[in-house]
Protein backbone atom coordinates (compact mmCIF):
# COMPACT_ATOMS: atom_id res chain seq x y z
CA UNK A 1 0.00 0.00 0.00
CA UNK A 2 1.60 3.38 -1.38
CA UNK A 3 0.16 6.72 -0.73
CA UNK A 4 0.58 8.53 -4.06
CA UNK A 5 0.09 12.76 -5.22
CA UNK A 6 0.21 13.35 -8.61
CA UNK A 7 -0.36 17.54 -9.87
CA UNK A 8 -1.33 19.01 -12.99
CA UNK A 9 -1.49 22.36 -14.26
CA UNK A 10 -0.45 25.66 -15.34
CA UNK A 11 0.29 28.83 -13.46
CA UNK A 12 -1.72 31.39 -15.64
CA UNK A 13 -3.47 28.17 -17.18
CA UNK A 14 -7.41 26.85 -16.31
CA UNK A 15 -6.60 26.11 -13.05
CA UNK A 16 -4.47 22.89 -10.87
CA UNK A 17 -5.42 19.57 -10.26
CA UNK A 18 -4.27 16.97 -7.72
CA UNK A 19 -4.94 13.23 -7.38
CA UNK A 20 -4.37 11.66 -4.01
CA UNK A 21 -4.29 7.97 -3.89
CA UNK A 22 -3.87 5.59 -1.31
CA UNK A 23 -6.32 6.65 1.36
CA UNK A 24 -8.60 4.30 3.11
CA UNK A 25 -12.42 4.08 3.05
CA UNK A 26 -13.97 5.69 6.09
CA UNK A 27 -11.84 9.30 6.43
CA UNK A 28 -14.05 11.74 7.68
CA UNK A 29 -13.38 15.28 5.50
CA UNK A 30 -14.76 18.65 5.97
CA UNK A 31 -14.40 21.13 3.09
CA UNK A 32 -12.74 23.81 5.81
CA UNK A 33 -9.56 22.07 6.61
CA UNK A 34 -8.75 21.82 2.82
CA UNK A 35 -9.77 25.11 1.82
CA UNK A 36 -7.82 26.53 5.64
CA UNK A 37 -4.54 24.68 4.80
CA UNK A 38 -4.83 26.71 0.98
CA UNK A 39 -5.95 30.19 2.69
CA UNK A 40 -2.95 29.70 4.52
CA UNK A 41 -0.87 29.66 1.91
CA UNK A 42 -1.61 32.40 0.21
CA UNK A 43 -0.35 34.30 3.59
CA UNK A 44 2.66 35.98 4.65
CA UNK A 45 3.94 39.49 4.17
CA UNK A 46 5.86 39.68 0.99
CA UNK A 47 3.45 38.72 -1.21
CA UNK A 48 3.01 39.76 -4.43
CA UNK A 49 0.07 41.44 -6.44
CA UNK A 50 -1.49 37.79 -7.88
CA UNK A 51 -2.75 36.97 -4.04
CA UNK A 52 -4.85 39.79 -3.89
CA UNK A 53 -6.67 37.88 -7.38
CA UNK A 54 -6.64 34.63 -6.20
CA UNK A 55 -8.88 33.12 -3.41
CA UNK A 56 -8.22 29.24 -3.39
CA UNK A 57 -10.42 26.50 -2.56
CA UNK A 58 -10.24 22.63 -3.66
CA UNK A 59 -13.06 21.59 -5.39
CA UNK A 60 -13.78 17.78 -5.00
CA UNK A 61 -14.23 16.37 -8.19
CA UNK A 62 -13.87 12.44 -7.08
CA UNK A 63 -13.34 9.83 -4.23
CA UNK A 64 -15.34 11.69 -1.31
CA UNK A 65 -18.84 11.27 -1.17
CA UNK A 66 -21.09 12.58 2.02
CA UNK A 67 -17.59 14.06 3.37
CA UNK A 68 -16.34 10.45 3.72
CA UNK A 69 -13.45 8.97 1.53
CA UNK A 70 -14.18 5.58 -0.84
CA UNK A 71 -11.14 4.48 -1.22
CA UNK A 72 -10.35 5.13 -4.87
CA UNK A 73 -8.08 8.10 -6.23
CA UNK A 74 -8.99 11.71 -4.48
CA UNK A 75 -9.33 14.78 -7.62
CA UNK A 76 -9.39 17.81 -6.48
CA UNK A 77 -9.35 21.12 -8.67
CA UNK A 78 -8.70 24.48 -7.82
CA UNK A 79 -9.14 27.31 -10.09
CA UNK A 80 -6.78 30.03 -10.77
CA UNK A 81 -8.64 32.75 -10.82
CA UNK A 82 -6.20 34.87 -13.31
CA UNK A 83 -6.86 32.43 -16.04
CA UNK A 84 -9.35 35.00 -17.01
CA UNK A 85 -6.65 37.47 -17.57
CA UNK A 86 -4.65 35.11 -19.64
CA UNK A 87 -7.28 33.27 -21.41
CA UNK A 88 -5.98 33.33 -25.32
CA UNK A 89 -2.43 33.79 -23.55
CA UNK A 90 -2.72 30.29 -21.90
CA UNK A 91 -5.78 28.41 -23.79
CA UNK A 92 -5.09 24.64 -24.10
CA UNK A 93 -6.59 24.95 -27.62
CA UNK A 94 -5.09 26.90 -30.60
CA UNK A 95 -6.65 31.08 -30.21
CA UNK A 96 -7.15 33.39 -33.56
CA UNK A 97 -4.50 36.16 -31.66
CA UNK A 98 -0.90 36.20 -32.26
CA UNK A 99 0.35 35.61 -29.14
CA UNK A 100 4.07 37.01 -28.39
CA UNK A 101 6.29 34.37 -27.57
CA UNK A 102 8.72 34.82 -24.35
CA UNK A 103 12.69 35.01 -25.05
CA UNK A 104 14.16 36.02 -22.17
CA UNK A 105 15.15 33.46 -19.32
CA UNK A 106 15.55 34.47 -15.69
CA UNK A 107 18.75 33.00 -13.99
CA UNK A 108 18.10 30.64 -11.40
CA UNK A 109 14.98 29.47 -12.46
CA UNK A 110 13.98 26.72 -14.96
CA UNK A 111 13.35 28.92 -18.02
CA UNK A 112 16.53 28.21 -19.96
CA UNK A 113 17.43 24.74 -19.60
CA UNK A 114 13.75 23.62 -19.78
CA UNK A 115 13.34 25.12 -23.23
CA UNK A 116 16.70 23.21 -24.05
CA UNK A 117 15.47 19.90 -22.59
CA UNK A 118 11.78 20.08 -24.10
CA UNK A 119 12.93 22.08 -27.47
CA UNK A 120 10.96 24.58 -27.25
CA UNK A 121 11.06 28.10 -28.62
CA UNK A 122 8.86 30.32 -25.86
CA UNK A 123 10.03 30.56 -22.34
CA UNK A 124 6.35 30.69 -21.07
CA UNK A 125 5.85 26.71 -21.87
CA UNK A 126 8.27 26.22 -19.18
CA UNK A 127 7.98 28.94 -16.71
CA UNK A 128 3.92 28.19 -16.62
CA UNK A 129 4.80 24.93 -15.28
CA UNK A 130 7.90 25.61 -12.78
CA UNK A 131 6.11 28.12 -11.31
CA UNK A 132 5.34 27.79 -7.36
CA UNK A 133 1.54 28.72 -8.26
CA UNK A 134 1.85 24.40 -8.33
CA UNK A 135 2.41 24.42 -4.88
CA UNK A 136 -1.33 25.29 -4.58
CA UNK A 137 -2.05 21.37 -5.74
CA UNK A 138 0.48 19.92 -3.13
CA UNK A 139 -0.96 21.72 -0.69
CA UNK A 140 -4.52 20.53 -1.48
CA UNK A 141 -3.38 17.42 -1.35
CA UNK A 142 -1.36 17.47 1.82
CA UNK A 143 -4.57 18.41 3.80
CA UNK A 144 -5.90 15.28 3.00
CA UNK A 145 -2.32 13.42 4.31
CA UNK A 146 -3.16 16.30 7.30
CA UNK A 147 -6.51 14.48 7.76
CA UNK A 148 -5.20 10.83 7.56
CA UNK A 149 -2.66 11.55 10.25
CA UNK A 150 -4.92 13.24 12.82
CA UNK A 151 -7.10 9.79 12.84
CA UNK A 152 -3.27 8.83 13.78
CA UNK A 153 -2.87 11.15 16.80
CA UNK A 154 0.00 13.19 14.44
CA UNK A 155 0.18 16.97 13.82
CA UNK A 156 2.23 18.48 11.37
CA UNK A 157 3.21 22.01 11.88
CA UNK A 158 5.63 24.74 10.92
CA UNK A 159 7.27 28.35 11.54
CA UNK A 160 10.02 30.58 10.00
CA UNK A 161 13.15 30.71 11.24
CA UNK A 162 15.13 33.31 9.09
CA UNK A 163 14.17 35.56 6.53
CA UNK A 164 17.25 37.01 4.46
CA UNK A 165 19.56 38.44 7.35
CA UNK A 166 16.96 38.17 10.39
CA UNK A 167 16.95 35.20 12.29
CA UNK A 168 14.93 34.06 15.65
CA UNK A 169 16.42 31.63 18.14
CA UNK A 170 14.65 28.37 18.86
CA UNK A 171 14.18 27.91 22.61
CA UNK A 172 14.05 23.88 22.47
CA UNK A 173 11.83 22.02 23.18
CA UNK A 174 9.12 23.36 20.83
CA UNK A 175 5.65 21.64 22.03
CA UNK A 176 2.83 21.05 19.45
CA UNK A 177 1.04 24.43 21.78
CA UNK A 178 3.67 26.73 20.98
CA UNK A 179 2.40 26.91 17.36
CA UNK A 180 -1.38 27.40 17.82
CA UNK A 181 -0.97 31.57 17.16
CA UNK A 182 2.06 31.05 14.61
CA UNK A 183 -0.54 31.81 11.88
CA UNK A 184 -0.85 35.27 13.51
CA UNK A 185 2.87 36.22 12.98
CA UNK A 186 2.42 38.04 9.06
CA UNK A 187 6.16 36.56 8.55
CA UNK A 188 4.92 33.05 10.41
CA UNK A 189 7.36 33.53 13.37
CA UNK A 190 7.44 32.27 16.79
CA UNK A 191 8.58 35.30 18.02
CA UNK A 192 6.73 38.89 18.06
CA UNK A 193 10.08 40.83 18.06
CA UNK A 194 12.04 39.11 15.51
CA UNK A 195 8.86 38.99 13.01
CA UNK A 196 8.40 43.03 13.13
CA UNK A 197 12.18 42.59 12.34
CA UNK A 198 11.44 40.22 9.20
CA UNK A 199 8.59 42.56 8.48
CA UNK A 200 11.05 45.64 8.10
CA UNK A 201 13.50 43.75 6.44
CA UNK A 202 11.06 42.60 3.49
CA UNK A 203 10.06 45.76 3.11
CA UNK A 204 13.78 47.41 2.88
CA UNK A 205 14.71 45.02 0.28
CA UNK A 206 11.82 45.33 -1.45
CA UNK A 207 12.48 48.83 -2.01
CA UNK A 208 15.45 48.07 -3.36
CA UNK A 209 13.33 45.90 -5.97
CA UNK A 210 15.46 42.45 -4.12
CA UNK A 211 14.05 39.15 -2.99
CA UNK A 212 14.65 37.55 -0.09
CA UNK A 213 15.01 33.58 1.16
CA UNK A 214 15.31 32.58 4.84
CA UNK A 215 14.69 29.19 6.48
CA UNK A 216 11.93 27.41 7.76
CA UNK A 217 10.91 24.45 10.29
CA UNK A 218 8.36 21.81 9.93
CA UNK A 219 7.87 19.49 13.12
CA UNK A 220 5.38 16.66 13.33
CA UNK A 221 4.37 15.43 17.18
CA UNK A 222 2.74 12.21 17.88
CA UNK A 223 4.57 9.75 15.53
CA UNK A 224 5.05 6.12 16.53
CA UNK A 225 8.51 4.77 16.52
CA UNK A 226 9.75 2.79 13.27
CA UNK A 227 8.17 4.28 10.41
CA UNK A 228 10.52 4.14 7.11
CA UNK A 229 13.11 1.38 7.62
CA UNK A 230 16.65 0.79 7.81
CA UNK A 231 17.03 -2.04 5.58
CA UNK A 232 16.45 -0.57 2.39
CA UNK A 233 18.01 2.89 1.12
CA UNK A 234 15.49 4.43 -1.35
CA UNK A 235 12.44 3.16 2.06
CA UNK A 236 14.52 5.52 4.46
CA UNK A 237 12.33 7.97 6.11
CA UNK A 238 15.08 10.35 6.00
CA UNK A 239 15.70 10.17 1.98
CA UNK A 240 11.93 10.57 1.80
CA UNK A 241 11.37 13.49 3.81
CA UNK A 242 14.55 15.38 2.19
CA UNK A 243 12.99 14.64 -1.21
CA UNK A 244 9.70 15.58 -0.74
CA UNK A 245 10.74 18.96 0.82
CA UNK A 246 14.10 19.73 -1.52
CA UNK A 247 11.17 18.78 -4.29
CA UNK A 248 9.78 22.36 -3.17
CA UNK A 249 10.47 25.42 -5.78
CA UNK A 250 13.41 27.42 -4.73
CA UNK A 251 14.43 24.73 -1.50
CA UNK A 252 18.08 24.82 -1.81
CA UNK A 253 19.22 22.83 1.54
CA UNK A 254 17.48 20.47 3.69
CA UNK A 255 18.66 19.13 7.37
CA UNK A 256 17.34 16.62 9.42
CA UNK A 257 16.95 17.63 13.44
CA UNK A 258 20.43 19.52 13.98
CA UNK A 259 21.58 18.64 10.82
CA UNK A 260 24.80 20.46 9.17
CA UNK A 261 25.70 21.98 13.08
CA UNK A 262 26.01 18.01 14.11
CA UNK A 263 29.19 18.00 11.90
CA UNK A 264 30.89 20.22 14.10
CA UNK A 265 30.19 18.95 17.65
CA UNK A 266 31.72 15.87 19.62
CA UNK A 267 30.25 12.42 19.23
CA UNK A 268 29.62 12.89 23.17
CA UNK A 269 27.37 16.24 22.01
CA UNK A 270 25.65 14.86 19.10
CA UNK A 271 23.39 11.95 20.28
CA UNK A 272 19.96 11.78 22.03
CA UNK A 273 21.04 9.07 25.44
CA UNK A 274 18.66 6.70 25.36
CA UNK A 275 16.15 6.08 29.16
CA UNK A 276 13.74 4.36 30.03
CA UNK A 277 11.01 4.42 32.81
CA UNK A 278 8.07 2.20 33.99
CA UNK A 279 5.82 5.21 33.42
CA UNK A 280 6.86 6.50 30.20
CA UNK A 281 9.00 3.43 28.82
CA UNK A 282 11.92 4.32 26.42
CA UNK A 283 12.64 7.72 26.47
CA UNK A 284 15.58 10.63 25.30
CA UNK A 285 15.94 14.16 26.90
CA UNK A 286 17.12 15.54 23.69
CA UNK A 287 16.42 15.66 20.33
CA UNK A 288 19.50 16.25 18.14
CA UNK A 289 18.42 13.95 15.74
CA UNK A 290 15.25 15.65 14.51
CA UNK A 291 13.22 12.23 15.85
CA UNK A 292 14.67 9.93 13.35
CA UNK A 293 17.81 7.29 13.52
CA UNK A 294 18.41 4.79 11.35
CA UNK A 295 16.11 6.21 8.56
CA UNK A 296 13.22 5.35 10.69
CA UNK A 297 11.12 7.59 13.14
CA UNK A 298 12.10 7.65 17.17
CA UNK A 299 8.59 8.86 18.18
CA UNK A 300 10.23 11.90 19.20
CA UNK A 301 9.00 14.88 17.33
CA UNK A 302 10.70 15.44 13.91
CA UNK A 303 12.05 18.25 12.88
CA UNK A 304 12.76 19.18 9.30
CA UNK A 305 14.60 22.37 8.37
CA UNK A 306 14.90 24.08 4.91
CA UNK A 307 16.58 26.90 2.99
CA UNK A 308 15.00 29.20 0.66
CA UNK A 309 16.63 31.15 -1.57
CA UNK A 310 15.70 34.19 -2.95
CA UNK A 311 12.81 34.50 -5.87
CA UNK A 312 14.69 34.61 -8.92
CA UNK A 313 11.94 36.68 -10.95
CA UNK A 314 13.31 39.96 -9.88
CA UNK A 315 11.96 43.38 -10.60
CA UNK A 316 15.61 44.80 -11.02
CA UNK A 317 16.29 42.07 -13.68
CA UNK A 318 19.84 39.78 -13.88
CA UNK A 319 21.90 39.98 -17.03
CA UNK A 320 20.71 37.19 -19.33
CA UNK A 321 20.46 36.11 -23.11
CA UNK A 322 17.65 36.65 -25.51
CA UNK A 323 17.64 32.47 -26.71
CA UNK A 324 16.28 33.48 -30.08
CA UNK A 325 18.91 36.35 -31.09
CA UNK A 326 21.92 35.33 -28.54
CA UNK A 327 21.72 38.77 -27.86
CA UNK A 328 22.41 39.74 -24.45
CA UNK A 329 19.54 41.01 -22.65
CA UNK A 330 17.96 41.48 -19.22
CA UNK A 331 16.20 38.80 -17.80
CA UNK A 332 12.15 38.69 -18.26
CA UNK A 333 10.45 41.55 -15.67
CA UNK A 334 7.23 39.37 -14.16
CA UNK A 335 4.93 40.70 -11.39
CA UNK A 336 6.42 38.40 -8.57
CA UNK A 337 6.28 38.29 -5.25
CA UNK A 338 9.31 39.36 -2.78
CA UNK A 339 9.63 36.64 -0.14
CA UNK A 340 7.63 33.74 0.04
CA UNK A 341 9.25 31.34 3.14
CA UNK A 342 6.10 32.02 5.33
CA UNK A 343 4.35 30.37 2.27
CA UNK A 344 6.75 27.44 1.75
CA UNK A 345 6.69 26.55 5.28
CA UNK A 346 2.99 25.64 4.75
CA UNK A 347 4.32 23.85 1.48
CA UNK A 348 6.82 22.09 3.96
CA UNK A 349 4.32 21.10 6.12
CA UNK A 350 2.14 19.28 2.99
CA UNK A 351 5.44 17.43 2.31
CA UNK A 352 6.26 16.57 5.07
CA UNK A 353 2.62 15.16 5.96
CA UNK A 354 2.41 13.12 2.76
CA UNK A 355 5.59 11.18 3.32
CA UNK A 356 4.71 10.64 7.03
CA UNK A 357 1.12 9.47 5.79
CA UNK A 358 2.29 7.44 3.14
CA UNK A 359 5.14 6.05 5.47
CA UNK A 360 1.85 4.53 8.16
CA UNK A 361 0.22 3.42 4.62
CA UNK A 362 3.45 1.37 4.17
CA UNK A 363 3.28 -0.35 7.41
CA UNK A 364 0.01 -0.52 8.32
CA UNK A 365 -1.98 -1.06 5.69
CA UNK A 366 -5.86 -1.31 5.81
CA UNK A 367 -8.61 -0.55 3.49
CA UNK A 368 -10.99 1.05 6.06
CA UNK A 369 -9.75 4.10 8.55
CA UNK A 370 -11.23 1.65 11.38
CA UNK A 371 -8.29 -1.38 9.80
CA UNK A 372 -5.52 1.05 10.06
CA UNK A 373 -6.69 2.74 13.76
CA UNK A 374 -6.66 -1.24 14.70
CA UNK A 375 -3.42 -2.32 13.31
CA UNK A 376 -1.67 1.39 15.11
CA UNK A 377 -3.23 0.40 18.41
CA UNK A 378 -1.67 -3.37 18.64
CA UNK A 379 1.71 -2.43 17.19
CA UNK A 380 2.17 0.42 20.18
CA UNK A 381 0.82 -2.25 22.54
CA UNK A 382 3.50 -4.52 21.36
CA UNK A 383 6.20 -2.05 21.42
CA UNK A 384 4.39 -0.70 24.73
CA UNK A 385 4.95 3.10 23.28
CA UNK A 386 2.82 5.21 25.79
CA UNK A 387 0.63 8.23 24.99
CA UNK A 388 2.66 11.09 24.47
C1 LIG B 1 5.52 32.74 -9.23
C2 LIG B 1 5.22 34.05 -9.61
C3 LIG B 1 4.03 34.77 -9.08
C4 LIG B 1 3.63 34.15 -7.77
C5 LIG B 1 3.42 32.67 -8.02
C6 LIG B 1 4.72 32.00 -8.24
O1 LIG B 1 2.89 34.63 -9.92
P1 LIG B 1 2.53 35.71 -11.01
O2 LIG B 1 3.59 35.54 -12.07
O3 LIG B 1 1.17 35.32 -11.53
O4 LIG B 1 2.53 37.04 -10.35
O5 LIG B 1 2.50 34.80 -7.24
O6 LIG B 1 2.81 32.06 -6.93
C7 LIG B 1 1.47 31.86 -7.00
C8 LIG B 1 0.67 32.25 -7.96
C9 LIG B 1 0.96 31.12 -5.85
O7 LIG B 1 -0.24 30.79 -5.81
O8 LIG B 1 1.78 30.82 -4.95
C10 LIG B 1 6.66 32.02 -9.81
O9 LIG B 1 7.25 32.52 -10.78
O10 LIG B 1 7.06 30.93 -9.32
Redesign the pocket.
Known amino acids: MALRLITAGE ?2 GPGLTCIVEGLPAGLRLRPEELDSDLAR ?2 LGHG ?5 K ?2 N ?1 RAEVTGGIRHGVTLGGPIALQVA ?1 R ?1 YENWRERMSPWPVDADIEEVHLP ?1 PG ?1 ADLVGTQKYKLTDVRDV ?1 ER ?7 ARVAGGSLARAFLREMGVHVVSHVTQIGAIHTHVEEPLELHDFLEVDHSPVRCLDPAISRAMVEEIDALRRRNESLGGTFEVRAFGLVPGLGTHVSWEQRLDGRLALAVASI ?2 IKGVALGEGFALAGKPGSEAHDEIFHSSERGFYRETNRAGGLEGGMTTGEPLIVRAAMKP ?3 LTKPLRSVDIATHAPAQALR ?4 SC ?1 VP ?1 AGVVGEAMVAFVLANAYRQKFGGDHIDDVCDAVTAYRERIDWRTR
Not at 47 to 51: A, Q
Not at 130 to 136: L, Q
Not at 334 to 337: A, H, N
Open positions: SHRQRGGRMIEDNDRHLASARETAQALPTERTDTA
